[in-house]
């Protein structure tokens, strides 16, 4: 049997609403780190689209993706898709449409509207925190995707660094920061937040360009080498 010709399943009934959609996607996502985006209007849109082709399709299908016709390949594409793409949404802060945004982004005005997967290898700069969130001399953990970063701020300066001890895993910014130095919280290693070094042979950390625009802290990943 073709895939045109299986039978739609239906998961929501014929008058599902905008409503029904925000009820059911709202707290799954929050679980996932995200939330719709601030634009309202622009989410009603999508939304709307996504019950059109629901009714037409049987499944809320993205209205910015292309169904290839298999149905396991797509079910990589029924809203939201975050699960899926977690590392580049992680890194774009949206999903591909922009319907969803990372939780901690106060204004999606800039994140809305369709865009084009990146390739493997792109660098995108992830918005991860405000900068009053990051008192000076302190270390927080950010996630990328499956990175887990520590994030660091000496004097006007901000460092990011992968957050795990080379040691024994301790997650570094438990630590304290002394000088441009992160601490490890547990037996004491010393890295270097601006160049990963530690004091200890063979046991340096990666690090991640780091910036602060307009009051937020940026770091910069390439896609499918986040790691
Ligand atoms: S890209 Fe966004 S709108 Fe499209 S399916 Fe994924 S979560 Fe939904
Ligand atoms: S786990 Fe970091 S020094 Fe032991």
């Given amino acids: 049997m073709s895939s045109d010709q299986r039978p739609v399943r239906r ?3 014929e008058d599902t609403t905008i409503q029904d959609l925000k009820d059911h996607m709202g707290p799954f996502v929050a679980h996932l780190g995200y ?4 634009e309202t209007e622009f989410v009603d849109e999508v939304l709307a689209s996504e019950i059109e082709i629901l009714d037409r399709d049987g499944d809320i299908y993205c209205p910015c993706r292309i169904r ?3 149905p396991k390949e797509d079910l990589k594409i029924v809203c939201p898709c975050i699960p ?7 890194a774009l802060g949206k999903c591909w449409c922009g319907l969803f945004i990372l939780e901690g982004i106060e204004d999606g005005a800039a994140l809305i509207g369709v865009i084009e997967e990146p390739e493997a290898g792109a660098e995108v700069d992830v918005p991860v925190c405000r900068l009053e969130d990051l008192p000076l001399g302190s270390a927080r953990h950010v996630k990328i995707g499956k990175s887990d970063i520590a994030v660091v701020r000496v004097a ?3 460092f990011a660094l992968s957050n795990l001890c080379r040691h024994a895993f301790a997650p570094l910014s438990d630590g304290f ?3 441009y130095e992160l ?12 160049s990963g070094t ?3 042979p063979n046991a340096d950390v990666r690090t991640y360009p780091a910036a602060v625009r307009d009051g937020v802290v940026f770091v910069s990943v390439v896609l499918g080498r986040a790691r």
Avoid at 84 to 90: E, I, R, S, T, V
Avoid at 188 to 193: F, M, N, T
């Fill in 68 to 70: 290839t016709g298999d």
């Fill in 177 to 179: 920061v002394d000088g």
């Fill in 156 to 158: 006007d300066e901000v």
């Fill in 11 to 13: 998961m929501f009934g």
């Fill in 84 to 90: 899926f793409f977690a590392d580049q949404f992680a």
């Fill in 183 to 194: 601490v490890c919280p547990w037996h004491g290693w010393r890295y270097d937040v601006r």
């Fill in 35 to 38: 939330k719709f985006n601030t």
């Fill in 198 to 200: 530690t004091d200890h």
